[in-house]
Protein backbone atom coordinates (compact mmCIF):
# COMPACT_ATOMS: atom_id res chain seq x y z
CA UNK A 1 0.00 0.00 0.00
CA UNK A 2 1.38 3.82 -0.44
CA UNK A 3 0.30 6.88 0.91
CA UNK A 4 1.57 10.37 0.50
CA UNK A 5 5.24 9.63 0.93
CA UNK A 6 5.66 6.49 -0.74
CA UNK A 7 5.35 2.73 0.32
CA UNK A 8 3.92 2.01 3.46
CA UNK A 9 3.14 -1.25 4.06
CA UNK A 10 2.54 -4.97 2.16
CA UNK A 11 0.56 -8.00 2.61
CA UNK A 12 -0.16 -11.39 0.90
CA UNK A 13 -3.94 -12.03 -0.46
CA UNK A 14 -6.40 -14.77 0.80
CA UNK A 15 -6.79 -17.38 -1.53
CA UNK A 16 -9.88 -15.32 -2.84
CA UNK A 17 -7.80 -12.52 -3.29
CA UNK A 18 -8.98 -10.04 -0.66
CA UNK A 19 -6.07 -8.37 1.63
CA UNK A 20 -6.46 -5.93 4.83
CA UNK A 21 -3.95 -3.53 5.70
CA UNK A 22 -3.84 -1.89 9.30
CA UNK A 23 -2.22 1.17 10.00
CA UNK A 24 -1.23 2.55 13.18
CA UNK A 25 -1.18 6.33 11.82
CA UNK A 26 -3.45 7.44 8.89
CA UNK A 27 -3.33 11.35 7.59
CA UNK A 28 -6.70 11.60 7.62
CA UNK A 29 -6.04 14.38 4.64
CA UNK A 30 -4.24 12.33 2.03
CA UNK A 31 -5.56 9.91 -0.09
CA UNK A 32 -3.44 5.98 -0.35
CA UNK A 33 -3.52 3.44 -3.04
CA UNK A 34 -3.29 -0.64 -3.20
CA UNK A 35 -1.27 -2.23 -5.55
CA UNK A 36 -0.63 -5.55 -6.96
CA UNK A 37 2.54 -6.55 -8.83
CA UNK A 38 1.98 -9.68 -11.30
CA UNK A 39 4.59 -10.70 -14.16
CA UNK A 40 6.21 -7.41 -14.15
CA UNK A 41 2.61 -5.06 -14.18
CA UNK A 42 1.68 -3.21 -11.65
CA UNK A 43 -2.26 -3.00 -10.92
CA UNK A 44 -3.68 0.10 -8.74
CA UNK A 45 -6.63 0.30 -6.56
CA UNK A 46 -9.00 3.17 -6.82
CA UNK A 47 -7.61 6.57 -4.82
CA UNK A 48 -9.07 5.49 -1.29
CA UNK A 49 -9.41 8.82 1.32
CA UNK A 50 -9.29 7.44 4.56
CA UNK A 51 -10.54 10.36 6.19
CA UNK A 52 -11.90 9.33 10.16
CA UNK A 53 -13.28 6.03 8.69
CA UNK A 54 -12.28 3.17 11.10
CA UNK A 55 -12.48 0.81 7.55
CA UNK A 56 -12.93 1.03 3.56
CA UNK A 57 -13.60 -1.46 1.78
CA UNK A 58 -11.80 -2.10 -1.67
CA UNK A 59 -13.00 -3.18 -5.20
CA UNK A 60 -10.69 -6.50 -6.02
CA UNK A 61 -7.87 -5.23 -8.02
CA UNK A 62 -8.14 -7.32 -11.02
CA UNK A 63 -3.93 -8.72 -12.64
CA UNK A 64 -4.32 -10.20 -15.85
CA UNK A 65 -1.59 -12.42 -18.12
CA UNK A 66 0.35 -10.46 -20.61
CA UNK A 67 0.49 -10.76 -24.52
CA UNK A 68 2.24 -8.75 -27.02
CA UNK A 69 0.06 -9.40 -29.58
CA UNK A 70 -3.78 -9.32 -30.57
CA UNK A 71 -6.65 -6.94 -32.21
CA UNK A 72 -5.40 -3.50 -32.48
CA UNK A 73 -5.95 -1.03 -29.15
CA UNK A 74 -9.20 1.02 -30.06
CA UNK A 75 -9.59 4.79 -29.55
CA UNK A 76 -12.83 4.87 -27.81
CA UNK A 77 -13.01 8.46 -27.18
CA UNK A 78 -10.64 11.53 -28.83
CA UNK A 79 -11.14 15.30 -27.73
CA UNK A 80 -9.36 17.91 -29.69
CA UNK A 81 -9.42 21.33 -27.43
CA UNK A 82 -7.63 24.44 -29.47
CA UNK A 83 -7.03 27.61 -27.84
CA UNK A 84 -7.61 31.25 -29.73
CA UNK A 85 -4.29 32.70 -31.49
CA UNK A 86 -1.86 34.21 -29.12
CA UNK A 87 -0.64 37.52 -30.15
CA UNK A 88 2.23 35.84 -32.30
CA UNK A 89 -0.65 33.97 -34.21
CA UNK A 90 0.29 30.33 -32.18
CA UNK A 91 -2.24 27.85 -30.84
CA UNK A 92 -2.15 25.54 -27.73
CA UNK A 93 -3.49 22.16 -28.93
CA UNK A 94 -4.83 19.90 -25.63
CA UNK A 95 -5.57 16.48 -26.97
CA UNK A 96 -6.83 13.34 -24.46
CA UNK A 97 -7.39 9.75 -25.90
CA UNK A 98 -9.01 6.89 -24.19
CA UNK A 99 -7.80 3.90 -25.30
CA UNK A 100 -9.61 0.53 -25.03
CA UNK A 101 -7.55 -2.88 -25.07
CA UNK A 102 -10.63 -5.50 -26.64
CA UNK A 103 -8.74 -8.73 -24.98
CA UNK A 104 -8.66 -10.42 -21.84
CA UNK A 105 -4.71 -9.96 -21.69
CA UNK A 106 -2.67 -6.95 -20.64
CA UNK A 107 -1.05 -5.72 -23.65
CA UNK A 108 2.69 -5.30 -23.66
CA UNK A 109 5.25 -4.42 -26.34
CA UNK A 110 7.49 -6.66 -27.52
CA UNK A 111 10.67 -4.21 -28.07
CA UNK A 112 11.17 -0.29 -29.03
CA UNK A 113 10.00 -0.97 -32.15
CA UNK A 114 6.62 -2.18 -32.02
CA UNK A 115 4.47 -0.24 -29.63
CA UNK A 116 1.12 -0.79 -28.35
CA UNK A 117 -0.80 1.87 -30.05
CA UNK A 118 -0.15 5.16 -32.27
CA UNK A 119 -1.56 7.41 -33.46
CA UNK A 120 -1.17 10.74 -35.42
CA UNK A 121 -1.05 14.27 -35.08
CA UNK A 122 -1.31 16.81 -37.35
CA UNK A 123 1.93 17.58 -39.22
CA UNK A 124 2.15 21.34 -38.10
CA UNK A 125 2.42 20.43 -34.80
CA UNK A 126 5.41 21.73 -32.85
CA UNK A 127 6.70 21.46 -29.08
CA UNK A 128 4.87 18.38 -28.66
CA UNK A 129 4.32 17.26 -24.44
CA UNK A 130 2.83 14.45 -23.15
CA UNK A 131 0.55 15.24 -19.84
CA UNK A 132 -0.72 13.63 -16.58
CA UNK A 133 -2.99 10.45 -17.76
CA UNK A 134 -3.18 6.85 -17.35
CA UNK A 135 -0.14 6.31 -19.33
CA UNK A 136 3.09 7.33 -18.17
CA UNK A 137 5.22 10.22 -19.88
CA UNK A 138 8.15 8.13 -19.63
CA UNK A 139 6.53 5.18 -21.86
CA UNK A 140 5.43 7.56 -24.72
CA UNK A 141 7.24 8.75 -27.71
CA UNK A 142 6.74 10.81 -30.82
CA UNK A 143 7.93 9.47 -33.81
CA UNK A 144 7.48 12.07 -36.72
CA UNK A 145 4.05 13.00 -36.78
CA UNK A 146 2.89 9.87 -34.45
CA UNK A 147 2.21 9.40 -31.09
CA UNK A 148 3.55 6.18 -29.81
CA UNK A 149 2.58 4.12 -26.56
CA UNK A 150 4.88 1.55 -24.98
CA UNK A 151 3.50 1.30 -21.90
CA UNK A 152 0.86 -1.84 -20.63
CA UNK A 153 -2.76 -1.63 -21.38
CA UNK A 154 -4.58 -3.77 -19.17
CA UNK A 155 -8.37 -4.68 -19.90
CA UNK A 156 -11.31 -3.20 -18.54
CA UNK A 157 -11.96 0.41 -18.39
CA UNK A 158 -10.59 3.13 -20.92
CA UNK A 159 -7.45 4.24 -20.18
CA UNK A 160 -6.67 8.62 -20.62
CA UNK A 161 -3.65 9.50 -22.67
CA UNK A 162 -2.84 13.22 -22.50
CA UNK A 163 -0.76 15.00 -24.32
CA UNK A 164 -0.40 19.17 -25.90
CA UNK A 165 1.27 20.54 -28.85
CA UNK A 166 1.22 24.10 -30.25
CA UNK A 167 0.50 24.95 -33.98
CA UNK A 168 2.66 27.43 -35.37
CA UNK A 169 1.03 31.10 -36.97
CA UNK A 170 0.97 29.74 -40.20
CA UNK A 171 -1.61 27.04 -39.60
CA UNK A 172 -4.59 29.27 -40.58
CA UNK A 173 -6.43 25.53 -41.74
CA UNK A 174 -5.86 22.36 -39.95
CA UNK A 175 -6.36 18.93 -41.08
CA UNK A 176 -7.18 16.46 -38.51
CA UNK A 177 -5.60 13.23 -38.89
CA UNK A 178 -7.78 9.84 -38.61
CA UNK A 179 -5.50 7.19 -39.35
CA UNK A 180 -7.90 4.57 -37.44
CA UNK A 181 -11.66 4.26 -36.43
CA UNK A 182 -12.38 6.53 -33.50
CA UNK A 183 -15.80 6.05 -31.52
CA UNK A 184 -16.27 9.74 -30.83
CA UNK A 185 -14.10 12.79 -31.69
CA UNK A 186 -14.98 15.50 -29.89
CA UNK A 187 -13.98 19.09 -30.20
CA UNK A 188 -13.38 22.49 -28.47
CA UNK A 189 -12.69 25.13 -29.90
CA UNK A 190 -12.11 28.92 -28.42
CA UNK A 191 -12.02 30.32 -31.44
CA UNK A 192 -15.82 30.14 -31.71
CA UNK A 193 -16.24 31.32 -35.49
CA UNK A 194 -13.33 28.52 -36.55
CA UNK A 195 -15.52 26.30 -39.41
CA UNK A 196 -15.75 22.61 -39.20
CA UNK A 197 -15.93 20.29 -42.05
CA UNK A 198 -16.30 16.54 -40.73
CA UNK A 199 -19.46 13.93 -41.71
CA UNK A 200 -21.88 14.18 -39.07
CA UNK A 201 -20.48 16.64 -36.95
CA UNK A 202 -23.07 18.01 -34.70
CA UNK A 203 -22.71 21.60 -33.18
CA UNK A 204 -23.39 21.34 -29.61
CA UNK A 205 -23.04 24.87 -28.55
CA UNK A 206 -20.91 27.02 -26.49
CA UNK A 207 -19.34 26.02 -23.25
CA UNK A 208 -18.03 27.67 -20.55
CA UNK A 209 -15.07 26.37 -19.31
CA UNK A 210 -12.78 27.87 -16.51
CA UNK A 211 -14.25 31.44 -17.65
CA UNK A 212 -12.94 30.60 -21.14
CA UNK A 213 -15.51 30.05 -23.98
CA UNK A 214 -15.35 27.26 -26.55
CA UNK A 215 -17.61 26.31 -29.61
CA UNK A 216 -18.51 22.49 -29.21
CA UNK A 217 -18.26 19.94 -31.59
CA UNK A 218 -19.28 16.33 -31.74
CA UNK A 219 -18.56 13.63 -34.88
CA UNK A 220 -19.29 9.34 -34.18
CA UNK A 221 -18.54 6.25 -35.55
CA UNK A 222 -15.12 8.19 -37.92
CA UNK A 223 -13.66 5.61 -40.45
CA UNK A 224 -10.23 5.32 -41.07
CA UNK A 225 -9.09 8.44 -43.98
CA UNK A 226 -12.50 10.47 -42.33
CA UNK A 227 -11.46 14.01 -43.41
CA UNK A 228 -11.78 16.25 -40.27
CA UNK A 229 -10.76 20.03 -41.26
CA UNK A 230 -10.74 23.13 -39.34
CA UNK A 231 -10.71 26.74 -40.71
CA UNK A 232 -9.70 29.41 -38.37
CA UNK A 233 -11.06 32.89 -38.44
CA UNK A 234 -8.59 35.51 -39.66
CA UNK A 235 -6.19 37.46 -37.32
CA UNK A 236 -7.95 40.40 -35.66
CA UNK A 237 -6.83 43.92 -37.21
CA UNK A 238 -4.31 45.36 -34.92
CA UNK A 239 -3.65 49.26 -34.72
CA UNK A 240 0.31 48.32 -34.02
CA UNK A 241 0.98 47.05 -36.86
CA UNK A 242 0.03 50.55 -38.53
CA UNK A 243 2.67 51.81 -36.69
CA UNK A 244 5.63 51.86 -39.07
CA UNK A 245 3.26 53.10 -42.37
CA UNK A 246 2.39 56.35 -40.04
CA UNK A 247 5.76 56.89 -39.25
CA UNK A 248 6.47 57.05 -42.89
CA UNK A 249 3.74 58.77 -44.10
CA UNK A 250 4.50 61.62 -41.02
CA UNK A 251 7.90 61.55 -42.80
CA UNK A 252 6.96 62.27 -45.91
CA UNK A 253 4.36 64.71 -45.22
CA UNK A 254 7.51 66.83 -42.97
CA UNK A 255 9.81 66.65 -46.43
CA UNK A 256 6.67 67.70 -48.59
CA UNK A 257 6.23 70.58 -46.48
CA UNK A 258 9.68 71.67 -46.64
CA UNK A 259 10.22 71.08 -50.54
CA UNK A 260 6.69 73.70 -50.62
CA UNK A 261 8.09 76.22 -48.13
CA UNK A 262 11.60 76.38 -50.25
CA UNK A 263 9.54 77.22 -53.69
CA UNK A 264 7.08 79.64 -52.22
CA UNK A 265 7.64 83.10 -54.00
CA UNK A 266 9.07 85.66 -51.81
CA UNK A 267 6.59 88.06 -50.75
CA UNK A 268 7.68 91.96 -52.06
CA UNK A 269 7.71 93.38 -48.59
CA UNK A 270 10.55 90.58 -47.92
CA UNK A 271 12.39 91.82 -51.39
CA UNK A 272 15.74 93.04 -50.90
CA UNK A 273 15.86 96.62 -53.14
CA UNK A 274 17.85 96.77 -55.94
Do not use: C
Amino acid sequence: MSGPTGPIDSTRTAPQGGFTFTLARTDTSAVYVASSLFQGIAYFSEPVPIGSRPAVTLQPILVYDTATTGPPIQVQHRLVTIARAKKDGTRGVLELVELVNPTTATRVAADTTRPNWAGEIPHEAIQFEVGQGDVSAEAVALRGDSVLVFGPIPPGGPKQLTYSYVLPATAQQLAIPIDQPIGELLLLLEDTTTVVTAPGAEALGVELIEERRFASYRARGLGRGTDVALAFPGRGFAIQALLPYVVALLALALVAGLVVALRRPRLASERVPS
